[in-house]
């Protein structure tokens, strides 16, 4: 059987972390900066832990990715 692909569209938004975990990136950081607040642009950089629900899908997608 041959091996699974990773999703190439996935390989720059989402990264796997030594033990395992899917980080993902938050949305609306990327232009429009200047009326946002710097709270908001520094919660916005935080790279949060991905849902449990979504892990086990995201792993496959991103089977070969380490």
């Known amino acids: 059987m041959p091996k699974m692909k990773t999703h ?6 989402f990264k796997i972390t ?3 975990k899917v980080r993902r990136y938050k949305a609306y950081r990327n232009h429009l900066l200047s009326h946002k607040s710097n709270r908001t642009k520094r919660v916005l950089a935080t790279s949060p832990v991905m849902a449990a629900g979504d892990v086990r899908r995201m792993k496959q997608q991103l089977a ?3």
């Open 8 to 13: 190439s569209s996935l390989k720059g938004r």
């Open 18 to 20: 030594g033990t395992g």
């Open 64 to 66: 070969n990715l380490k």
